[in-house]
């Protein structure tokens, strides 16, 4: 049993953090992190997701040059991340697409998000720092990995540990947005 | 520090639950529970979310009725949960958004997944039970709560104590979807 506060405490500590340390991530620890993903709630249990882990160097170096915009100066710092989990989104099961269409929306995108929440989390729980890319190159990373088209890079989890001395600082304080039974 | 393993089996223990006890969530859960999604990360920072908690019986009834579909007979268990909070997609921030243009991808709808799943998980550690809805009727719902045009009711979380021995046991399995380095 893990309680409530230790809960939002761990919650509270995640922050997206853009240095880490050259150490390796232990495979059992990788292990847990997906198999949160992969336990995660999704439409219609629809499961509309495939995680690649990238962990072999090279790869994960094209995986990174991917993610990253020279010209807006983003995410040069997830090369230095030594696992970057890359999630795929996947077409989603047959009444899942049926809500989809009658509700008009892409549930399948939700679902991809809450199943980053639990690997993010986990990860969290693991000691490691983690954050998540969304400004990816889904064409040239399905091409580095081999993912079928029928797939959609959608982000990239970087996962390592980190120097809690230099994690960053800054976070911009969140919004007020809970209300009690009118917006 | 909550460890690796505990937050695995929290994460595993999750399951839709469709009964609850008509026991009341005390408030104070009810912070924790809003003010991890409050924390959670999304694209930018934009924060694209309001979370108004219906925990006012008459209100719970009315917001019930709009996630229920009599044809489909779906959704009936809703107004057993004694506390909904219904998650307002909002406009997120100038980045956000000039990055949904570039990438041609809604960055929000992933947000929303993000914070929901923040919610479900600390109210799991809260000890209760709840179910993600994502049918929703989001103009009845903006009517009955007064939410502006400019939001999106995308989903309803349930939550409310459950009775352990009559939990649903039943849940398919999650598929085989991690890979190592390659697709």
């Known amino acids: 049993m893990i309680d409530a506060e230790s809960m939002l405490s761990l919650m509270k500590g995640r922050q997206s953090d853009r240095r880490y340390l050259s150490k390796p991530v232990e495979r059992d620890k990788i292990e847990r992190i997906t198999e949160a993903g992969r336990m995660s709630p999704s439409a219609c249990n629809g499961q509309p997701w495939h995680f ?3 962990d072999d160097p090279a790869l994960r170096d094209q995986v990174a ?11 040069a710092f997830v090369r ?32 991809i998000g809450i199943a980053t929440a639990s690997m993010v989390y986990q990860a ?6 983690t954050c998540i890319i969304g400004w990816v190159d889904d064409r040239r990373i399905r091409k580095v990995l081999g993912i079928p088209a029928s797939g959609k890079v959608e ?17 911009k304080p969140p919004g007020e947005v809970i209300s009690y039974n009118r917006y």
Chains 1, 2 share one sequence.
Request: proline content about 1%; aromatic content about 4%.
């Open 155 to 171: 982000l990239v989890i970087c996962a390592g540990y980190t120097d809690n001395r230099l994690r960053e600082k800054l976070r």
């Open 124 to 129: 969290t729980a693991e000691g490691l720092g």
């Open 80 to 111: 230095e991340a030594p696992v970057l989990i890359v999630v795929v989104r996947e077409k989603s099961n047959f009444t899942s697409r049926a809500g989809d269409l009658i509700k008009q929306k892409d549930y399948s995108l939700i679902d």
């Open 52 to 54: 690649v882990v990238v």
């Open 65 to 75: 040059a991917a993610t990253e915009s020279v010209i807006l100066r983003m995410n």
